[in-house]
Every structure is written in structure tokens, then in C-alpha cells.
């Protein structure tokens, strides 16, 4: 497949843990946050995002945490699945309250589920 | 099938050949928009468009231009391409009313020697 990142921080996690993903942003006036991933030769895939005046979001089997006090973004992964192995990015939204939408994207983190 | 679908998938062409690599989607997205993805720096965002006859620059437009004739494709062209724009070209698109949840299409590996 494509390679997306030669040396992106990897998270090693057993098969059914939990898995946590950090994000730190650094526009403070961005209106929404957003958690996309990509598997192996693939185009990224929309997981989840929340709004900057929201704490957390649940999806299903994922949560998202903002804290804007420190301008961090985490995705939390419930019961770990090998399916879950992929590249994640966190991007931000700036200008959806103004109408422009541009999208800024981290440089990803790749989760490696062990069995 | 709702899909986003970009032509060529592959491409290796040389410097100053103008080329286009074409974007549709059948899901009447009213938002498009491209991305670049290199080792190390993400995916970063070119060209993005609001609707039919709107594009607005993302974070790095320069060597890139677009247009929007028709709501389901967004061609991306590169007059005179360069070594630097060697990378992995992604399209997105999206409703208005939900513009976070991008769907993306397969990718374009474009080499420029």
C-alpha cells in the first residue's frame, strides 16, 4: 500500500484494550475538530468530530475529548479491534462561523493493534 | 455505489507538462476539495470549493489551479508541474450540512521528474 508517513510516533496496543490518540492544535479559534482515519492505501475516513464549545463526543465505540485550556484533542478507542490498525489524523476546522471552510491537518499518529 | 473517484491513479510525467487530474463524485456534495499527503507533513489542503463557480485557496495553492463547472467534479491542473509537486493527491467532498464528514477518493500518485 501507499505510504503515508515513514516515520510517524506509533501506539502499540493489545487486540481489546483501550487505545488513546493525542492531538495538540494550535489555532484556539478553530469551530471544530475532526478525527479521520486511513488504512493502508486508502483515502482518510471520517470518524468523528465535536465543536469547540463541546468537552466530548461519543460515537460508537469512540470518544473525543477537547480541552481547550491546553489545546488538546484525544480520541479514545474502546476494545481495541485489529481492524482499528490505520493512521489517524486530527485536523481542524477554521471558518465554519464565518463561512470559508478550510481544514488543517496533523501528521498522524499509526496505531498498530497486537493480537 | 456513493463514491468519489479521481483519474489517473498513477501518473509519471515530466517538468512543465501540463496535466489534470480529474475528481467526481455522485453524492450531490456541494463541498470539494483537495489534498496533498507527504511523508511527515499530512495531508494538506490546495483548492477547496463551496459549490458550482466557488473556489476559495487552502494552505497551499500555489502551481495549482481548479474549477467548478459542474457540481460533481473538480478537476485539479498543474500548468507547469514541478519535482516539488511529486505527492499524493487526495479529493474530498461533503455536504454543506454535514462539511466535517469528507469522503475521500481513492488518491493519485503523482511523480514528477
Known amino acids: 500500500g501507499e505510504s503515508v508517513g515513514l516515520h510517524l510516533p506509533t501506539l502499540s496496543v493489545q487486540e481489546g484494550d483501550n487505545s488513546i490518540i493525542n492531538c495538540a492544535y494550535s489555532?484556539?479559534?478553530?469551530?471544530?475538530f475532526i478525527w479521520y482515519k486511513q488504512e493502508s492505501g486508502k483515502g482518510p475516513q471520517f470518524i468523528i468530530d465535536?465543536?469547540?464549545?463541546?468537552d466530548k463526543r461519543q460515537g460508537q465505540r469512540v470518544t473525543v475529548l477537547l480541552n481547550k485550556t491546553v489545546k488538546h484533542l484525544s480520541l479514545q478507542i474502546a476494545a481495541t479491534q485489529p481492524g482499528d490498525s490505520a493512521v489517524y489524523f486530527c485536523?481542524?476546522?477554521?471558518?465554519?462561523?464565518?463561512?470559508?471552510?478550510?481544514?488543517?491537518f496533523g501528521t498522524g499518529t499509526r496505531l498498530k493493534v497486537l493480537a | 455505489e456513493a463514491q468519489v473517484t479521481q483519474n489517473p491513479r498513477y501518473l509519471i510525467t515530466v517538468t512543465g507538462k501540463k496535466l489534470t487530474v480529474t475528481c467526481s463524485q455522485n453524492m450531490n456534495h456541494e463541498y470539494m476539495s483537495w489534498y496533498r499527503q507527504d511523508p511527515g507533513l499530512g495531508l494538506r489542503q490546495i483548492y477547496y470549493?463551496?459549490?458550482?463557480?466557488?473556489?476559495d485557496k487552502g494552505d497551499v495553492p500555489e502551481g495549482y489551479k481548479v474549477s467548478r463547472k459542474e457540481k460533481r467534479n473538480f478537476p485539479l491542473i498543474l500548468e507547469s508541474p514541478s519535482p516539488n509537486q511529486t505527492s499524493l493527491y487526495f479529493c474530498?467532498?461533503?455536504?454543506?450540512?454535514?462539511?466535517?464528514?469528507?469522503?475521500f477518493g481513492p488518491g493519485t500518485r503523482l511523480t514528477v521528474l
Open positions: 474530498a467532498s461533503s455536504l454543506i450540512g454535514d462539511f466535517n464528514e469528507q469522503f
Open positions: 485536523a481542524e476546522n477554521r471558518g465554519a462561523g464565518s463561512g470559508t471552510y478550510k481544514y488543517i
Open positions: 470549493s463551496m459549490n458550482v463557480e466557488v473556489t
Open positions: 489555532n484556539s479559534a478553530s469551530d471544530y
Open positions: 465535536i465543536r469547540s464549545n463541546m
